[in-house]
């Protein structure tokens, strides 16, 4: 595998130096762009189901929600 991809779990990788931040859905910011992206259609739930805990912004517009913590998920994309 590419240093330049981190697996997320088992059925997620993305890209490093396409992600812009990681955030915990809880936050402000978080919420205001996470309205914004499903008007636009640009959101993606990766969470399988789960309660959704973080969100990856991507350099493209789009938004990953995914069901592990922000903080851990961070460890796995940048070490």
Sequence with gaps: MSEA???????IYVVRDRVVAVVPVTSTV??????SNQIGGKMVNLSYGKECKSIIFMDSGHSLLLAEPALEVR???WG
Excluded: D, H, Q
């Design 30 to 35: 978080s919420r205001r762009i996470r309205a």
């Design 75 to 77: 460890k796995k994309i």
């Design 5 to 11: 991809v981190a697996r997320i779990n088992e059925n």
